[in-house]
């Protein structure tokens, strides 16, 4: 049996790492345990920090991405100190073009700012024709993801915690209301304090609701005399990432298709249709990238956040859409939950038992 020690987190994508950072940042003894870190959804993801833009209804959702948006800057930056690593965020803010006239229809108190068809096409040259006009979201941002997970990698090994990869959990073993040990690829584990973050494959470990929803991406490299996008264009079917390095992220498919890999013709084409409808601008920029990855679903499609049935294992899975929005927030609450037992309101409404009430 290995003992880890205080305490074992599951999982080795933004959340894992993101949570390890916070708890040792506060003193505790920390491992992960992942069986293949560049399969995280965090890798295949666009890195868009975006509750306005991806239109989240005032909510307890809408909160908690709010308040994690509001921790990014900060928070990438002591890790940019720690590492001397860049994590590329960038507080470019995000522009939602409309084809239709109620896409002008607000929800929320938010700023944003609503941009008519000459405004629009002013300020970001290159839109296609039939946009009408669309909505300024000016404190939605991004961030690079896979530079922030090297970075966040990096980071939580400087400063000790222990990071086992290409090890399988294969059960977490309980007795009465406890985890005792897990059993993996690499024997048994044991620890003080176990946390779950699986993303999209935590149904293989708990009979918790977590599904994949697969998406599709592809990345062109833009021409140095193609138009400058300089801020995150996000339509209604796809959405285009513009990075410092002249990239343009394309995403993203969502589809129902299980743990079923790789790029599709109809998927990469309808993205790359409703791409050039949106910025026909990027038309003829070399494609660079095609990939794919599985976001973590909930049937209500809010994260699983907080205690579990065991009392030593505690949850952060489910963030499907939001997993990079929401990192710190879920570092910073799940770190206090388990240390000190602190209990953030907010994670009232993510709670495991709404789906076994
Ligand atoms: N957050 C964007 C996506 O999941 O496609």
Known sequence: MKSTGEILVIGGGIISLAIALELKRQGAS????????TEAATHAAAGMLAPQAERIPPSPLLDLCLRSRALYANWTQKLEELTGLETGYWACGILAPAYQENLALKADNLESVWLDRATIHQSQPGLGS?????WWFPEDAQVDNRLLAKALWV???ELGVEIQTGVTVEKIVQ???RVTHLQTSAGTWQADHYILATGAWSQTLLPIPVTPKKGQMLSVQMLPESMPLQTVLYGSDSYLVPRQDGRIIIGATS???????????LGIQRLLSAAIRLYPALQNDPIQEFWWGFRPATPDELPILGASPYRNLTLATGHYRNGILLAPITGVTIANLVL?????????AFHWSRFNP
């Open 155 to 157: 980071a939580v090994q």
């Open 130 to 134: 039939d946009v009408i006009g669309g």
């Open 30 to 37: 920390v491992t992960i345990v992942c069986r293949d870190f």
């Open 340 to 348: 000190h037992q602190k209990f953030d309101p907010l994670l009232d």
């Open 175 to 177: 007795n009465g209301d």
């Open 255 to 265: 589809e129902d298709v299980g743990f079923t890999r790789g790029n599709t013709p």
